[in-house]
Nanobody, 124 residues
């Protein structure tokens, strides 16, 4: 069974940093795109970052320069490090085998998986 589990969310002050983790089981992250998306209630999910099977990366304009996505193949884990946090970064962050727009990587239905999410709250 394919599974993604996020962790590392929490409450931070503006200007702080967080590292989110996404642990995969049932498949190896090296063979897939892994995307980080975030969602606030009442809004569509926003694709934040994506790392491809060749370690190519993508960042949304809203986090570019503040975010770093990386992969630890030995731990089958993908990380999202987010610096200089802003209140508008407040959201539930998910990792998924689907990166969303503009990447829109195709994933066979039986390989589409998303984690349960981890809450990030940025406030003073």
């Amino acid at each position: 069974q394919l599974q993604l589990v996020e962790s590392g969310g929490g409450s931070e002050q503006p200007g702080g940093s967080l590292r989110l983790s996404c642990v995969a089981s049932g498949f190896t992250v090296d063979g897939y795109f892994i995307g980080w998306l975030r969602q606030v209630p009442g809004k569509e999910p926003e694709g934040v970052s994506c790392i491809g099977s060749g370690d190519n990366t993508y960042y949304a304009a809203s986090v570019k320069g503040r975010a770093t996505v990386s992969k630890d193949s030995a731990k089958n884990t993908v990380y999202l490090h987010l610096d200089s946090l802003k209140p508008e970064d407040t959201a539930t962050y998910y990792c998924s085998t689907e990166c969303g727009p503009p990447i829109n990587n195709y994933v066979p239905p039986d390989k589409r998986v998303r984690g349960q999410g981890t809450q990030v709250t940025v406030s003073s």
